[in-house]
């Protein structure tokens, strides 16, 4: 396998777009990114797109050709990944393993999701599908439910408190604010998101993530070529890809997401590195509990510790491994098939010094790590400057 | 399918105020993942007075393939069989 470097980024502001489709969404954030490599369009030989439920949000099927060709690309293989929310981390994954394994040199993996020109509870109903219709969808589980019941049993299992929970929300909009292409820049207190409207006990609608539009797209080559493009490529240093059940109720312990740690553990040692060289980490918080585990399951704390590490500061920008500075999926957005390449953008700006007010003072290694359902899905990936 | 289901003792539980579309009308309304002697786990629906984790819960009835639970008395459990 090949050394691998993320050449360019490109990604549009996530928010409600009533003006913006799909396609122009997606062809933005590819043709941004391949102006950013420094690559010509001809180059790119093969297009990998995460999407969710373009069919049920906007009642459009085929997405990868149609996506690429407004971008520009032609004739090339286009092939569109569902993996719920990381739909587009299994398209980087899947990118990534097209260039490592020489296939190909030039490779564009994207995501794009439109979703706020559907009502709420259609929205809802759209993405429970993420989980087990039969069982979880029938009884009446929504995605915010979900997470609540895995809120519910590491309060009980941990003694997770709804002010730790509060912590994340507090810590990533802060962050968010700050961030020209989040969603909603708006600073909270702790007392607003305890007060918050109940969605689903014990998360309230501050604990949850935003239902966006938007796309985020990188471009890929071997990294022994990629000084010849740019001077400001980032080095894959591990990728990886694993799965658990989809259903809750198949689990033996809902307060950890095994996906997660197996990815992780496989991109520690890709990389040759632990969780403690990991100087800045974009994390899946579709809701402040995901958050607060997967800071346990990669490894920045021991499991039950994560709330206390939130509370404490410890994943602030200043902190001892900032966690979400882009302000994560609750302030930024979560068009959910673009979070999964968002993430790693996300990353990049921060490894190349280019994230402003919210830029980390150590920043030569990143992490994103890209959650799918309940945890059925995760992709880890750390990248390191170049 | 339409068998009667053993007792069983909450695992985790939730109250979902911001329904899907097809729930619109029955929110606020109690999810719970339940623990059946010999059976694993189940998602189901709780009817009446909300549960807690640990509490004990006896099957209702079936509202299409969805067991629906009721909570059990007022005995709490131990949730040792929990773990």
Same mark, same amino acid.
């Given at each position: 396998m090949?050394?691998?470097?993320?050449?360019?980024i490109?990604?549009t502001?996530?928010g409600?777009?009533a003006?913006r489709d799909l396609?122009?969404?997606?062809?933005?954030a590819v043709?941004e990114?391949?102006?950013?490599a420094q690559?010509?369009t001809?180059a790119?030989?093969?297009?990998?797109?995460?999407n969710f439920a373009?069919?049920?949000?906007v009642?459009?099927?085929?997405?990868a050709p149609y996506?690429?060709?407004?971008?520009g690309l032609k004739?090339?293989?286009?092939?569109r990944?569902?993996n719920a929310?990381a739909s587009?981390?299994?398209a980087?994954?899947?990118?990534?393993?097209?260039?490592?394994?020489?296939a190909?040199?030039?490779?564009v993996?994207a995501g794009?999701e439109?979703?706020?020109s559907?009502?709420t509870?259609?929205v809802?109903e759209?993405?429970?599908?993420a989980g087990?219709m039969?069982?979880?969808?029938?009884?009446?589980?929504?995605?915010?439910?979900?997470?609540?019941?895995?809120?519910?049993?590491h309060?009980?299992e941990?003694g997770?408190?709804?002010?730790q929970?509060?912590?994340v929300?507090v810590?990533n909009?802060?962050?968010?604010?700050n961030?020209?292409?989040?969603h909603?820049r708006?600073?909270?207190?702790?007392?607003?998101?305890l007060?918050?409207?109940p969605?689903?006990?014990?998360?309230?609608v501050?604990?949850?993530?935003?239902?966006?539009?938007?796309?985020?797209a990188?471009?890929?080559?071997p990294?022994s070529?990629?000084?010849?493009?740019t001077?400001r490529s980032?080095?894959?240093?591990?990728?990886?890809?694993?799965s658990?059940?989809?259903?809750?109720?198949?689990?033996e312990?809902?307060?950890v997401?095994?996906?997660t740690?197996?990815?992780?553990?496989?991109?520690?040692?890709m990389a040759?590195?632990?969780p403690?060289?990991?100087?800045?980490?974009?994390?899946?918080d579709c809701f402040?509990?995901a958050e607060i585990v997967a800071?346990?399951?990669?490894g920045f704390?021991?499991?039950?510790?994560?709330?206390?590490?939130?509370?404490?500061?410890?994943?602030e920008?200043g902190?001892?491994?900032?966690?979400?500075?882009s302000?994560g999926?609750?302030s930024?957005g979560?068009?959910?098939?673009?979070t999964g390449v968002?993430?790693i953008?996300?990353?990049?700006i921060?490894?190349?010094g280019?994230?402003?007010?919210r830029q980390?003072?150590?920043?030569?290694?990143?992490l994103?790590?890209?959650?799918?359902?309940?945890?059925a899905?995760?992709v880890?990936?750390?990248?390191?400057?170049? | 399918?339409n %068998?009667?289901?053993?007792?069983g003792v909450?695992?985790t539980?939730?109250?979902?105020? *911001?329904?899907?579309?097809?729930?619109?009308?029955e929110?606020?309304?109690q999810?719970a993942?339940?623990n059946?002697?010999?059976?694993?786990?189940? %998602?189901v629906r709780?009817l009446g007075?909300?549960v807690?984790?640990?509490?004990?819960? *006896?099957?209702?009835?079936y509202r299409?393939?969805t067991?629906?639970y009721r909570?059990?008395g007022n005995?709490?459990?131990?949730?040792?069989?929990n773990?």
């Amino acid at each position: 396998m090949r050394d691998v470097a993320v050449l360019g980024i490109g990604k549009t502001a996530f928010g409600a777009f009533a003006d913006r489709d799909l396609r122009s969404l997606g062809a933005a954030a590819v043709k941004e990114a391949i102006a950013d490599a420094q690559v010509a369009t001809s180059a790119v030989e093969a297009f990998y797109l995460g999407n969710f439920a373009g069919p049920s949000f906007v009642g459009q099927n085929h997405l990868a050709p149609y996506v690429a060709t407004a971008a520009g690309l032609k004739g090339i293989p286009c092939t569109r990944i569902e993996n719920a929310c990381a739909s587009s981390g299994s398209a980087f994954f899947n990118a990534w393993l097209s260039v490592a394994s020489g296939a190909y040199d030039i490779v564009v993996a994207a995501g794009v999701e439109k979703m706020t020109s559907q009502a709420t509870p259609r929205v809802t109903e759209i993405l429970s599908a993420a989980g087990d219709m039969s069982t979880e969808g029938a009884a009446g589980a929504t995605f915010p439910a979900l997470f609540a019941m895995i809120a519910r049993r590491h309060m009980y299992e941990y003694g997770t408190t709804r002010e730790q929970l509060a912590a994340v929300a507090v810590k990533n909009h802060a962050n968010g604010a700050n961030n020209p292409l989040a969603h909603m820049r708006k600073v909270i207190t702790l007392e607003q998101a305890l007060a918050g409207r109940p969605v689903s006990d014990p998360l309230t609608v501050y604990d949850c993530s935003l239902v966006s539009d938007g796309a985020a797209a990188v471009v890929l080559a071997p990294l022994s070529e990629a000084s010849r493009y740019t001077s400001r490529s980032a080095r894959v240093l591990g990728v990886w890809q694993a799965s658990d059940n989809v259903a809750l109720e198949e689990k033996e312990d809902i307060t950890v997401m095994p996906a997660t740690r197996e990815a992780a553990k496989r991109c520690y040692e890709m990389a040759g590195i632990g969780p403690n060289d990991i100087e800045l980490a974009e994390v899946h918080d579709c809701f402040t509990i995901a958050e607060i585990v997967a800071t346990e399951d990669l490894g920045f704390v021991s499991k039950g510790e994560g709330g206390l590490f939130a509370a404490a500061g410890c994943s602030e920008i200043g902190g001892r491994i900032p966690v979400n500075t882009s302000g994560g999926l609750k302030s930024k957005g979560h068009p959910v098939g673009a979070t999964g390449v968002g993430q790693i953008c996300d990353v990049v700006i921060q490894l190349r010094g280019n994230a402003g007010v919210r830029q980390v003072a150590r920043h030569r290694v990143g992490l994103a790590q890209n959650l799918g359902g309940s945890g059925a899905t995760c992709v880890v990936t750390i990248l390191g400057v170049n | 399918m339409n %068998t009667r289901l053993p007792d069983g003792v909450v695992y985790t539980e939730t109250v979902v105020h *911001t329904p899907p579309e097809k729930y619109l009308q029955e929110a606020p309304y109690q999810i719970a993942i339940v623990n059946l002697a010999g059976l694993g786990r189940r %998602t189901v629906r709780i009817l009446g007075e909300y549960v807690k984790i640990g509490e004990s819960v *006896t099957f209702d009835s079936y509202r299409d393939n969805t067991p629906c639970y009721r909570r059990a008395g007022n005995t709490k459990f131990s949730d040792a069989s929990n773990k």
